[in-house]
């Protein structure tokens, strides 16, 4: 795939600050949009390794994987530039909102905002998770393994426990077809 913007350690920071600076509601379907299909960087099926390697580390799974493609490409510089773009001016903008937030949390029309603020946010998660999914390969073990995903967590179980169920099944699965 050949990258519709170049990567420069500019072009890599400015990324990620968009990907910050647009995330409300979730930064993974920006953090998609902007390395898939905008900068096409990575594919589909890269972006889903990297994020189920974030999801499975300690912390926000978007910030752990941009540390991680920052590495990949710029080694711990490429981390820094990634981190700070995906943290620095949110954490501004969040701070500004908090002070405002602060003080007119309990009105009826700021409720009903927040309200309607998740619920857009879930449906950008769901939407990421389909795109995600269309663009990986289709084979039963593939599918089954999303379904013994999906189920424990509709059911409420520990995600660390999820993971640490089906993560060596996943591994095992990928080892087992590249040795065909």
């Not at 902007?34 to 912390?59: C, H, K, N």
């Not at 908090?98 to 619920?119: I, N, W």
């Amino acid at each position: 795939m050949t990258p519709a913007t170049p990567l420069t350690r500019l072009t890599f920071f400015l990324a990620f600050l968009k990907i910050g600076m647009f995330g409300f509601g979730g930064v993974a379907p920006w953090a998609r949009r902007v390395l898939v299909e905008e900068r096409r960087w990575l594919t589909d099926e890269e972006f889903a390794a990297l994020m189920g390697i974030g999801q499975i580390l300690p912390g926000a799974n978007v910030v752990n994987a941009s540390v991680i493609l920052g590495d990949r490409y710029f080694g711990p510089v490429g981390s820094l530039l990634a981190f700070g773009g995906i943290m620095g001016a949110p954490l501004v903008v969040l701070i500004g909102i908090v002070s405002v937030y602060d003080r007119f949390e309990t009105l009826p029309d700021v409720q009903a905002a927040l309200a309607g603020m998740a619920a857009a946010g879930c449906g950008m998660v769901i939407g990421t998770g389909l795109k995600m999914a269309a663009g990986l390969r289709r084979d039963v073990l593939t599918i089954a393994l999303g379904l013994g995903a999906l189920v424990p967590v509709l059911l409420k179980a520990p995600l660390l426990l999820i993971v640490l169920v089906l993560a060596p099944i996943g591994l095992g699965i990928k080892w087992r077809k590249r040795a065909r």
